[in-house]
């Protein structure tokens, strides 16, 4: 910094004074004023504004200041000046950088506070996340100097790129328009931080499960209950083997702590030379508004969240939002562990401006404390000048709907994590040129190493499917995929997993996982395997609640095998819940139809006082009557088990009507059966469909998208 007497006129237009008309003319013809002693930032190199962006087409707050901020520039320069002198050991603040326009801003002009009219970027997890994959990351020219620009969040935006101050600057204007309690910082941070490197971070997406801790149920004691028998088992042979297990579980811990630390020095990142003097910016959040309950860092780069705490940040020099500048007057040895985010005590925290939200923690006097009190007279001019910061000169901040749904600069954005990918999609736009959009607007990929060579399984995630389709895990390992579908589709699915191998066809392994209480006939699960099929059921009217069917296989045919002729089966188990109503002898459990035997099994229920159920059992019988052509059922083709020896037998002709009835419900079950397999088919070519040509649904809202 220098300070020169430049007319402010002359410092504002700059060369545009001499191409531009309109206002600029009227800015060289305005009268001229005393020369002020205005300080301006001394660069290392001549100002070029940012490619893209024509100065002469900024609004004029950018490219000029009035008096009121002319006044504030002065004044935090007098404060650089006094800090300077008192602290010589500590870095330059930054204070007033200059925009795109080449013109001094103060830094809290830059922040303009706005509410955007998506609810999603109300919270600030989902600000922080479009703010990072919106832009693109630039280092910083110098990674231990502040930057001599900062440019307005609405340029930032235009660019859709930036340094960290940038990002940091727009993230907090985002986030003190929805109300919270933000500001942005300037400190010290590692290399990995301040470079953006995530390969050496868990991805968040993967979060570990915790486990659950079994919560002991204590039992009842009843008055009157029969003791049980003593234990006899020897008190020191137990405590030797609870010593034991314990004494395991010690060297297991111990040998798996040897080991991550092991792996924590094998991918140790080399040392740093500049380790503490890496200038990086971020955002602090403060407890009190929006609910927020305590503290914490948002890195502005990447999206994620952490605490006040966090190693990866080293240190503080100052902090700002739109209303007032603050000195961390903490010492940073440790880092940002001990540091206390009190802005009203001004012992830790040295605000620029007496205007401050914060409450105040007065300072007791000391011994000298007149001798410090000089220049009343230039004090009490100071007071009666109004130094409260001006609004800012940012226009406000207009995201259009298109923007926010590209959500990455070039349409897809890949973040390497340890042993993780990540990929960003936009909305609405196909990934392959030529091809129709998919919906896939992020996808997670997990590696068995560092290099990201072998991938071990997949997660896709997708919007606006008109299939209600949202996700998608392919398990690479064992070739398994499964689909996730909201609520709506036809049939009720809820999940589908299957082979990769052979995603659409039929007789394969898959397992179909149905929304409860939407399907009219009850089901649930349905499990299909190349000769078998199951399915589970809930609250029918007739407490069927599971069949189980084995096929066996088709005769060798030449040519292509034609799945559309059903599987001969073989066997056919249904299995119901009990009927009160009935008696436990009448009332069947399961059916099990061996089909190719041509025999008919029938378990009833157990009553509470058996240990064993009744059952019957049918052989098909292959003498027919002459006259009705229906089949006799001689008696030796009939074997039953009755427990209740007491209770009198079934006659021949209600055992010849059960016998009937039981052929009826077989060959309803077979008609089931090929149904089920012919709805699986359809399905599985309904899926082919929407997976080669999918559709996207768009709102009605959506006036261009509608129009084409």
């Not at 603040?93 to 002009?109: T, Y």
């Not at 059992?617 to 088990?641: A, C, G, R």
Request: charge should be negative.
């Amino acid at each position: 910094m220098v300070e020169e007497s430049v007319p402010v006129a002359d410092e504002v237009a700059g060369d545009d004074v001499q191409e531009g008309e309109g206002e600029e003319e009227e800015i060289v013809e305005k009268p001229q004023s005393p020369p002020k002693r205005v300080w301006v930032l001394e660069t290392k190199k001549p100002f070029k504004p940012p490619e893209g962006i024509k100065v002469r087409d900024l609004p004029a707050s950018y490219r000029k200041n009035t008096d009121k901020e002319q006044l504030i520039i002065e004044y935090a320069e007098n404060f650089r000046r006094q800090y300077v002198h008192l602290y010589r050991d500590r870095k330059p603040l930054l204070l007033s950088p200059v925009n795109e326009a080449g013109v001094q801003k103060f830094v809290c002009s830059t922040i303009r506070p706005t509410l955007l009219p998506y609810k999603t970027l109300w919270d600030y997890d989902q600000a922080a996340s479009f703010v990072a994959d919106y832009l693109s990351f630039e280092p910083l020219p110098s990674p231990t100097d502040v930057p001599e620009q900062l440019f307005s969040p609405t340029t930032v935006l235009k660019l859709q790129k930036g340094n960290c101050f940038d990002f940091s600057v727009l993230l907090c204007s985002l986030l003190i328009g929805c109300g919270y309690n933000a500001y942005v910082v300037c400190g010290y941070a590692t290399r990995e931080t301040c470079s953006m490197d995530e390969t050496r971070e868990p991805c968040p997406l993967l979060k570990t499960e915790e486990k659950k801790e079994e919560q002991k149920v204590e039992v009842e004691k009843k008055k009157y209950t029969v003791k049980p028998p003593k234990d006899l088992t020897s008190k020191y042979l137990a405590k030797m083997e609870e010593r034991r297990i314990k004494q395991e579980a010690d060297e297991a811990a111990k040998r798996k702590a040897e080991e991550e630390a092991r792996i924590a020095e094998l991918e140790k990142p080399p040392p740093d030379d500049l380790n503490g003097l890496r200038v990086h910016a971020w955002v602090l959040v403060l407890h009190g508004k929006r609910e927020v309950p305590e503290n914490f860092f948002i890195e502005a780069l990447t999206g994620q969240t952490y605490s006040t705490s966090h190693s990866s940040y080293q240190g503080i020099e100052s902090l700002w939002n739109h209303k007032n500048y603050w000195v961390c007057m903490q010492v940073g040895s440790n880092g940002c562990k001990d540091m206390v985010f009190d802005l009203g005590d001004c012992t830790r925290w040295e605000f620029m401006f007496p205007q401050t939200e914060q409450p105040q923690l007065l300072v007791p006097d000391q011994e000298g404390a007149d001798d410090l009190m000089q220049n009343e007279e230039d004090e009490e001019q100071l007071d009666d000048r109004d130094i409260d910061i001006p609004p800012s000169y940012v226009k406000p901040i207009t995201i259009t709907p298109a923007e926010y749904e590209s959500r990455c600069p070039t349409g897809c954005k890949t973040i390497f994590y340890k042993k993780a990918k990540v990929e960003k999609f936009a909305e609405y736009r196909p990934r392959n040129p030529g091809m129709p959009p998919d919906g896939l607007v992020q996808k997670l990929s997990v590696y068995d190493d560092n290099e990201w060579t072998v991938c071990n399984w997949t997660r896709e995630w997708y919007h606006h499917r008109k299939d209600f389709l949202y996700e998608r895990e392919h398990d690479k390992v064992t070739g398994y995929v499964t689909e996730h579908f909201y609520p709506g589709r036809e049939s009720a699915m809820k999940d589908h997993t299957y082979l990769a191998m052979s995603p659409f066809s039929p007789e394969t392994e898959r397992t179909m996982l149905f929304y409860r209480n939407v399907r009219v006939d009850g089901l649930t699960t349905r499990i299909e395997k190349p000769q078998e099929l199951t399915e589970h059921y809930e609250n029918r009217p007739d407490r069927l609640y599971f069949r189980h069917v084995t096929f066996t296989r088709r005769a060798k045919t030449f040519g292509p095998s034609d799945t559309k002729i059903s599987r001969p089966i073989e066997t056919i188990t249904e299995k119901y819940g009990r009927d009160p109503s009935k008696p436990a002898d009448a009332d069947i459990a399961e059916l099990l139809f061996h089909v190719g035997e041509e025999r008919i099994h029938v378990t009833y229920h157990r009553d509470e006082n058996r240990i064993a159920p009744s059952y019957r059992e049918f052989h098909k019988s292959k003498v027919f009557d002459d006259k009705t052509s229906e089949p006799l059922l001689p008696p030796e083709n009939v074997s039953s088990f009755q427990v209740d020896h007491t209770a009198p037998q079934a006659k021949h002709l209600e055992t010849y009507q059960t016998y009937m009835s039981l052929i009826k419900r077989e060959e309803q079950a077979k008609k089931i059966i090929h149904n089920i397999e012919s709805e699986i088919v359809e399905f599985l070519n309904l899926r082919q469909s929407e997976e080669a040509r999918p559709q996207l649904e768009v709102s009605h809202y959506d006036t261009q998208r509608n129009d084409d």
